[in-house]
């Protein structure tokens, strides 16, 4: 009849399944079923190759559906009311209803942890609340993280970003603005990566200049300490305070004291130290231009050889010679005085007169004469004694 409402569980007719002693219960009534159907419409019950579901013509408007995959669609799910703990669970009587805190707290944890149970989610400082520190163990909490070994922090970074460890460090690159212990050792220790520097390597300390130049190295040997400068134009300076004093000591005990300040260079005793000795001699003393002498000031020595008109050793002070005329030698120098003498002695033995004949402020004359008594040139020695201003 037209407009007829069919009823899908009575209107239907329905054939019993076999009786239930058989093994198989009926099984081979649905062996080979492509999709079975319960009901119709909104009220229906269906199974096909996209899997079980209920209440909708079509799988994907099912208000309840399980794919092939095992994936789960429901719009409520009530598991009933549990009394007691969770753990109660395993009883197999009583069952808790999840909230949809409990629900999104499983989402999350699910979602931070990897198959194997690892966390692959970051810690986030303000959310984590303050825990007390384990006898032993590791805390992470919003003070930072701390290690404990029985009752005693061994390592910790908290959270303004201060670090401690109290065993060692190994690391192929650090960087930090500053590194406070007691020891730290490595291969190679550098002030700069470039530019100016100093680099700490093995037994060596190597000084850079701004240009990034090599120009000292400090070395330790099993009984030696070497400054070497390594470029051609390396210096060295000590340079003391205004008050200080640059000393040389001896087995701990200063022996000479160079003291900038009051001006003067001496050993920290009186008359302990000699200034060189018969083996090793000073080449020249000097004291603004003086040579001193127990306690007196000496004349200044200077010595010079003409040789063919030309002066060939003078001793390192600027003397020079004019053979103005036959037999007569103009040597000229720098001392601006006249307190000083000269004495000449010939090179050959036809000399028979050899005299300085004049003596000024800068300069002197020598006059040479041979056995004949008449003038001619000749090679002469010639010493000078320049007395204390």
Excluded: C
């Excluded at 229906?44 to 899997?51: A, C, E, K, T, Y």
Aim: aromatic fraction near 12%.
């Amino acid at each position: 009849m037209p407009n007829e409402i069919i009823n899908p569980f009575t209107d239907i007719e329905s054939r019993p399944l076999e009786d239930q002693s058989n093994v198989r219960y009926g099984s081979e009534f649905f062996r080979k079923v492509n999709e079975l159907q319960v009901g119709m419409g909104s009220s229906v019950l269906r199974v096909d190759q996209s899997g079980l579901w209920l209440g909708a013509e079509r799988f994907a408007d099912a208000p309840f559906s399980v794919d092939m995959q095992g994936n789960v669609t429901a719009t409520s799910l009530s598991l009933g009311t549990l009394a007691g703990d969770l753990d109660d669970i395993a009883d197999g009587t009583t069952y808790k209803k999840a909230t949809i805190n409990e629900v999104l707290g499983a989402s999350y944890a699910y979602g931070g942890l990897n198959s194997s149970g690892e966390i692959i989610k970051g810690f986030l400082n303000s959310q984590l609340s303050t825990k007390s520190l384990p006898t032993n163990g590791v805390r992470v909490d919003s003070n930072g993280i701390y290690g404990r070994k029985a009752g005693s922090t061994t390592f910790y970074i908290d959270n303004a970003g201060n670090a401690y460890f109290t065993g060692s460090i190994a690391s192929a690159s650090m960087s930090a603005s500053t590194i406070t212990g007691s020891t730290i050792t490595g291969t190679t220790l550098s002030t700069a990566t470039s530019g100016q520097r100093v680099v700490l390597f093995s037994p060596l300390a190597s000084y850079y200049n701004s240009s990034g130049t090599l120009i000292a190295s400090t070395y330790a040997s099993s009984d030696a300490f070497l400054m070497k400068g390594e470029t051609s134009s390396s210096s060295f300076y000590l340079d003391a305070g205004s008050t200080g004093v640059v000393a040389f000591l001896y087995n701990g005990t200063i022996r000479i004291m160079a003291d900038y300040a009051n001006r003067y260079f001496a050993p920290v005793s009186g008359g302990t130290i000699d200034l060189g000795n018969i083996v090793g001699q000073w080449r020249d003393f000097w004291v603004s231009r003086d040579v001193i002498y127990q306690g007196m000031t000496q004349p200044v020595i200077y010595f010079g050889r003409v040789d063919s008109g030309s002066i060939t050793d003078d001793n390192n002070v600027p003397f020079s010679v004019n053979n103005s005329s036959t037999g007569v030698y103009v040597i000229t120098h720098n001392f601006g005085h006249q307190d000083y003498a000269v004495q000449v002695t010939p090179r050959a033995s036809n000399v028979k007169n050899i005299t300085v004949s004049s003596h000024a402020s800068n300069s002197f004359t020598v006059r040479v004469a041979n056995l004949s008594d008449a003038l001619e040139d000749n090679d002469f020695y010639f010493t000078v004694f320049e007395y204390p201003q």
